[in-house]
């Protein structure tokens, strides 16, 4: 069998398939010396984490994604704010050892989207359409919040606090400088596909920032760059939210 370095962290979901957190921090422990390695647990039933960490006492910290990250909250002995607020955790904190073990959860993503974004920000774009009502668009929904950004969310089913994409507006537009689409419209391979905005309506003044980051430049972005809006992908999002890991398991 094969020797597990001094530190262990690792990604929990199912299935998992190509892992960026994977390449990412086992390419940084090489290139930085760090004695740590960082494996995928494909678990079939959220019921198995426990039996993950009573087999593996060199764990330090774990990612969680789908379908886990609210399923997860039950096994948390404490929430940071964010991730309460969310009611999703994609970063678990491992305090104390063996007995004394607490797991403690965050939202990284929240911090990610928040870093990103906020250089993008003029005095002209203080409200934002979100763009989707999942675990994505809570953790983008709670970024705009912390930076005092209005929020109205978009989806195809109106409810309180929700409109549909037919309930856009030239007001709305006007208003709303910032759209950001937490949908998975326009992801590879369905590159033909993006969420059904008015793009004639936008503006030089307007974001149109996307979560995805496979293509590298969505339906989504190309329509709202030809009637000249400012765009953006998720890639940086995503490298932010995986530093913002590392730090909450080493601070």
């Not at 962290?9 to 190509?18: A, D, R, S």
């Not at 491992?94 to 250089?119: Q, W």
């Not at 930076?147 to 109106?158: C, D, F, N, P, Q």
Request: with cysteine.
């Amino acid at each position: 069998m094969q020797k597990l370095p001094p530190r262990l962290y690792g990604l929990i979901g199912y299935p998992l398939g190509h892992s960026f957190s994977q390449d990412y921090f086992n390419k940084m422990f090489d290139s930085e010396g760090i004695d740590a390695r960082y494996v995928n647990f494909e678990l079939p039933d959220i019921g198995d984490l426990m039996e993950v960490i009573a087999q593996y006492p060199a764990l330090s910290g774990l990612n969680v994604t789908i379908p886990y990250k609210e399923q997860v909250i039950p096994y948390m002995d404490e929430m940071d704010e964010d991730a309460a607020r969310i009611g999703a955790v994609n970063v678990i904190k491992f305090i104390g050892k063996g007995a004394t073990l607490k797991l403690k959860g965050y939202n990284s993503d929240v911090i990610g989207f928040t870093d990103s974004i906020a250089p993008l920000l003029t005095p002209e774009r203080t409200a934002a359409l979100v763009l989707g009502t999942g675990g994505a668009s809570k953790a983008v929904c709670r970024g705009l919040a912390n930076l005092g950004i209005e929020v109205l969310k978009v989806s195809r089913t109106a409810r309180e606090g929700v409109i549909t994409y037919e309930d856009i507006t030239p007001e709305i537009m006007e208003k709303h400088k910032i759209i950001v689409n937490t949908t998975p419209l326009g992801m590879y391979p369905n590159v033909d596909a993006c969420p059904d905005i008015p793009y004639n309506l936008l503006t030089p003044q307007h974001i149109c920032y996307d979560l995805l980051y496979n293509p590298d430049i969505t339906l989504f972005m190309q329509k709202a760059a030809e009637h000249g809006a400012e765009t953006k992908n998720g890639l940086e999002m995503l490298l932010l939210q995986a530093f913002a890991a590392w730090h909450i398991w080493n601070t």
